[in-house]
């Protein structure tokens, strides 16, 4: 499988829920990031990991907890989010954080709606 | 603080017709300009870029025009066609931050 693959594609979650996003990328990228985006707003740049250490963590609520256990794959965990963490997030990945001639490649995402 | 803005939400082309999509940004630092195209239900794929050093890249009916001095970029497409109708996200690095636009619809009508 190539590519960037993101699990689930769709939750729906309550506020009190733990729920974990996963990201698997079998490009031998060693770079990968979690964006978040809202509707009509820019993608906004949540965390950046950098073979496995994480190197961006961009002022994200400590209720966002990302985990990066190999250079293949990134989770975030979710645990009491609020219904404005509702909107899709998007993993992607890079060869490296500086080597950017084809840019990131971005998983579908996954759809989040908090009840 | 939106340092890269895509002023246009939409943007209507007759197919056949040039699409100009723009972008302006506001920190002289970005050193690195980047396009995606992303249709619904899918993640964003990488579609052209330029480096701060070059005015001009250009991929088949794809080029993207630089002018650091107005902190401007442009994306055209020539021929536009059906399949190319989707949102375009411009996006601008310095060092490890990459920073998106809010996007363009962009429709190209048969």
């Known amino acids: 499988e190539t590519g960037v693959t993101q699990t689930p594609r769709h939750l729906v979650m309550g506020m009190t829920n733990k729920k974990s996003l996963k990201c698997e990328q079998h490009?031998?990228?060693?770079?990968m990031y979690w964006y978040k985006q809202s509707a009509k707003k820019p993608l906004e740049l949540m965390f950046v990991?950098?073979?496995?250490?994480?190197?961006e963590n961009n002022s994200v609520p400590s209720r966002f907890s990302p985990e990066c256990p190999n250079s293949s794959h990134l989770f975030l965990h979710l645990h009491t989010l609020q219904p404005e963490d509702s909107a899709l997030y998007l993993c992607?990945?890079?060869?490296?954080?500086?080597?950017?001639?084809?840019?990131?490649?971005f998983g579908s995402g996954t759809r989040l709606t908090v009840v | 603080d939106q340092q890269v803005k895509q002023n246009s939400p939409s943007l209507s082309v007759q197919e056949g017709r040039i699409s100009i999509l723009n972008c302006d940004y506001t920190?002289?630092?970005?050193?690195?300009f980047l396009w995606y195209k992303k249709y619904p239900a899918e993640g964003p794929t990488f579609l052209i870029s330029?480096?701060?050093?070059?005015d001009k890249n250009e991929d088949g009916r794809f080029t993207v025009f630089l002018n650091k001095s107005a902190k401007h970029l442009s994306l055209h497409i020539v021929p536009s066609q059906p399949g190319d109708s989707a949102v375009y996200f411009c996006?601008?690095?310095?060092?490890?931050?990459?920073?998106f636009g809010a996007g363009t619809r962009l429709t190209v009508k048969p």
């Open positions: 992607a990945s890079s060869q490296s954080l500086q080597f950017l001639n084809y840019g990131y490649t």
């Open positions: 490009l031998g990228h060693n770079a």
């Open positions: 990991y950098n073979f496995k250490e994480q190197t």
């Open positions: 920190n002289s630092m970005f050193d690195y």
């Open positions: 330029i480096s701060s050093i070059k």
């Open positions: 996006a601008a690095k310095n060092n490890n931050d990459m920073r």
